[in-house]
C-alpha cells in the first residue's frame, strides 16, 4: 500500500488523532503550569521555603505566586518569564549560592511593581505614587515576604 492510499482511506482517524494529541498536550501543559505557579512547588526548594512561610502568614496569601511576580497583560510575555526564572532559580538552587537576602532583578522589580498597581491602582490613583515611575517596593519590599531571612537565603539540611 502506498503512502497516498494510506492517507486516502485513513485521513478521518489521523486528524482525529491529531485532535486529541493536542487536547491531551495542550491539558497537560496548562495542568503543568498551574502546578508550576502553586506556592508549594514555589516552596519545594531550600531557598524558598522562608519566602513561601512569610507569604503564607501574609494578606495576600489568597494570590498564587505568578499573581505577583508574572505578567499578567500577555500570556507569551507570563510563559517566557515563568521559563527564564525558572531556568534562574533551578541554577541558583542546584549550586546552593542563593544570597542572604533573594533579590529583584530590574525586570523582577517592574512587573511586580505593574502587578502592585493592577491590583490597588484606585487606592494609590490620586496620589504622588503614581506619578513617573512608580516603585511600590521601594517603601513596602516587606510585603508579603518580610524584609530578611533569618538564617540566609539557604537552608541546606
Request: hydrophobic letters at 35%; proline letters at 4%.
Given at each position: 500500500?502506498?503512502?497516498?492510499?494510506?492517507?486516502?482511506?485513513?485521513?478521518?482517524?489521523?486528524?482525529?488523532?491529531?485532535?486529541?494529541?493536542?487536547?491531551?498536550?495542550?491539558?497537560?501543559?496548562?495542568?503543568?503550569?498551574?502546578?508550576?505557579?502553586?506556592?508549594?512547588?514555589?516552596?519545594?526548594?531550600?531557598?524558598?521555603?522562608h519566602v513561601t512561610q512569610t507569604w503564607q502568614a501574609s494578606n495576600h496569601?489568597?494570590?498564587?505566586?505568578?499573581?505577583?511576580?508574572?505578567?499578567?497583560?500577555?500570556?507569551?510575555?507570563?510563559?517566557?518569564?515563568?521559563?527564564?526564572?525558572?531556568?534562574?532559580?533551578?541554577?541558583?538552587?542546584?549550586?546552593?549560592?542563593y544570597p542572604d537576602n533573594i533579590r529583584f532583578t530590574e525586570n523582577a522589580r517592574v512587573i511586580a511593581n505593574k502587578?502592585?498597581?493592577?491590583?490597588?491602582?484606585?487606592?494609590?490613583?490620586?496620589?504622588?505614587?503614581?506619578?513617573?515611575?512608580?516603585?511600590?517596593?521601594?517603601?513596602?519590599?516587606?510585603?508579603?515576604?518580610?524584609?530578611?531571612?533569618?538564617?540566609?537565603?539557604?537552608?541546606?539540611?
Amino acid at each position: 500500500m502506498e503512502t497516498g492510499d494510506f492517507l486516502s482511506r485513513n485521513a478521518i482517524k489521523l486528524i482525529l488523532l491529531g485532535v486529541v494529541a493536542a487536547v491531551l498536550g495542550m491539558g497537560l501543559f496548562g495542568a503543568g503550569f498551574a502546578y508550576a505557579d502553586n506556592p508549594r512547588f514555589c516552596g519545594s526548594c531550600h531557598s524558598m521555603q522562608h519566602v513561601t512561610q512569610t507569604w503564607q502568614a501574609s494578606n495576600h496569601k489568597q494570590f498564587s505566586c505568578g499573581d505577583c511576580h508574572l505578567p499578567q497583560d500577555s500570556l507569551v510575555a507570563k510563559l517566557y518569564t515563568k521559563g527564564e526564572n525558572g531556568m534562574r532559580h533551578t541554577y541558583h538552587e542546584v549550586l546552593r549560592d542563593y544570597p542572604d537576602n533573594i533579590r529583584f532583578t530590574e525586570n523582577a522589580r517592574v512587573i511586580a511593581n505593574k502587578n502592585c498597581l493592577r491590583c490597588h491602582a484606585s487606592t494609590v490613583e490620586d496620589t504622588f505614587m503614581v506619578a513617573g515611575e512608580p516603585n511600590c517596593t521601594k517603601c513596602h519590599r516587606t510585603i508579603p515576604h518580610r524584609q530578611s531571612q533569618p538564617d540566609g537565603g539557604i537552608k541546606v539540611e
